[in-house]
């Protein structure tokens, strides 16, 4: 199975701050990278796929990039919607395997 | 816009079976991958499997000897079967839709599935 790794595992921000989010796996992966945001109780939501695509309808301020083993989920200004759950996910192969996941919280 | 409903039992003793559905609604099935996901109460997330809709299906190796998910196109609706649960299976369970490319784009509402004695 590819390992998934994220760091850190939880962050405090303010809103308006630029907050950065990586991943790293435990092999190449080219681009197949997708990124999630999961709010209490809620399914996940897709934000970006194959690394750097933004998904249809979510705000711009969310970019994604990396390749190969090496990825970055970066929020630009992070609103007060943003405070939530990250996490990073592998469509190389199967089994799918998720990251550990990144929260981010208020400062 | 594709809605994912999702039912099953919510209370399981070990050892029973664990049985979700997820019926697809506003949507085409054809074409698309059809999968289960699950989260242990504060916990991450971890892939259980997929089906295509011509039936093929890939599974988690950690799972594998005890699942199994099916499809019924004519109802469009796919099912998760779970054999011999234990207390570790306890987990919230979404049923989700991707293309080939294996990403996520529509989730079921999730079922909090409790095994316990």
């Known amino acids: 199975d590819i390992q998934m790794t994220q760091s850190p595992s939880s962050l405090s921000a303010s809103v308006g701050d630029r907050v950065t989010i990586t991943c790293r796996a435990s092999q190449s992966i080219s681009s197949y990278l997708n990124w999630y945001q999961q709010k209490s109780g809620k399914a996940p939501n897709l934000l970006i796929y194959?690394?750097?695509s933004l998904q249809s309808g979510v705000p711009s301020r969310f970019s994604g990039s990396g390749s190969g083993t090496d990825f970055t989920l970066t929020i630009s200004s992070l609103q007060p919607e943003d405070f939530a759950t990250y996490y990073c996910q592998q469509s190389y192969n199967t089994p799918r395997t998720f990251g550990q996941g990144t929260k981010v919280e208020i400062k | 816009q594709v809605q994912l409903q999702q039912w099953g039992a919510g209370l399981l003793k070990p050892s029973e079976t664990l049985s979700l559905t997820c019926a697809v609604y506003g949507g085409s099935f054809i074409g698309y991958y059809w999968s289960w996901i699950r989260q242990p109460p504060g916990k991450g997330l971890e892939w259980i499997g997929e089906?295509?809709?011509?039936?093929?299906?890939n599974y988690n190796p950690s799972l594998k000897s005890r699942v199994t998910i099916s499809i019924d196109t004519s109802k469009n609706q796919f099912s998760l079967r779970l054999s011999s649960v234990t207390a570790a299976d306890t987990s919230m369970y979404y049923c989700a839709r991707s293309t080939r490319g294996a990403w996520y784009y529509d989730w079921g509402q999730g079922t909090l599935v409790t095994v316990s004695s």
């Open positions: 194959t690394a750097s």
């Open positions: 089906i295509h809709h011509g039936g093929s299906t």
